[in-house]
């Protein structure tokens, strides 16, 4: 990632510039649900094709299947995305009702929780009084307060159906591509095969290439760091369709 130049940080750290910036409405990156959805999109057909291959099954049996597993554990792992989005903003929800109890019954002992939490950051004396008094003068910035320094807990920019869209149309799109080679006619088994581990092999080098192009990570370490890590599963399910095999045939 480019380092920017000071006249284009001071550019954007004017009071206007500022000012819009955070007025925008804040919104989680889709990046690491997209990220998440491709790798295990490609995880999933890749390991049935490499298991496919070392049981010895025709071509179109790993089609068959590479599609009803990409299909089913895309759809699996949307809804788990969905759902533990639901289930962050349920805890959210349930934090803020805690707090809004305690700020009602016993505001004096939710007063002194947000001057120690404030203390602990270094705030003193007069200073420290008048930030607690700030920020307890409206109960939602006092509560939203509590929330992120208490419990780190926020809100802002969690959307589970977003999150499970971006999941499974990552793992389709990605997840379809090592099959492509056993959707050609005329190619045989082991150029298949060979085709597949090719196209899932740039698929996780290009992954991690792309994060390290989003985080500022170096580029190679990224990309072959994510490539082992799609190999060895792929290795461990063309392992386990060769044993499984030989131990059927005996």
Wanted: hydrophobic letters at 45%; aromatic letters at 8%.
């Amino acid at each position: 990632m480019p380092t920017p130049s000071r006249e284009e940080l001071l550019g954007e750290h004017q009071p206007d510039a500022v000012r819009d910036r955070l007025a925008r409405p804040m919104r989680a990156s889709t990046l690491p649900d997209a990220v998440l959805g491709g790798i295990d999109g490609c995880v999933t057909t890749f390991a049935v094709v490499s298991g496919a291959f070392g049981a010895g099954f025709s071509p179109q049996v790993a089609l068959v299947l590479g599609f009803a597993n990409l299909a089913a554990d895309g759809f699996s792992m949307a809804v788990s995305n969905y759902e533990a989005g639901q289930a962050q903003l349920a805890q959210i929800a349930n934090a803020e009702q805690v707090e809004h109890q305690h700020i009602a019954l016993v505001p004096e002992g939710e007063r002194e929780e947000i001057r120690q939490l404030f203390q602990a950051k270094g705030f003193e004396g007069e200073l420290l009084e008048r930030v607690v008094e700030a920020l307890c003068h409206d109960p939602e910035v006092w509560i939203s307060t509590m929330l992120r320094e208490e419990y780190g807990l926020s809100a802002a920019g969690i959307s589970p159906l977003r999150s499970a869209l971006t999941t499974f149309s990552a793992f389709l799109l990605v997840g379809t591509l090592p099959l492509l080679p056993y959707a050609l006619p005329g190619l045989g088994i082991t150029t298949r095969f060979l085709a597949s581990l090719g196209l899932a092999g740039l698929v996780f080098l290009g992954i991690g290439m792309l994060k390290s192009a989003i985080y500022g990570v170096p580029v190679w370490r990224s990309g072959l760091r994510t490539l082992l890590m799609g190999t060895a599963a792929a290795g461990l399910a063309f392992a386990t369709g060769y044993f499984a095999q030989g131990i059927l045939d005996n």
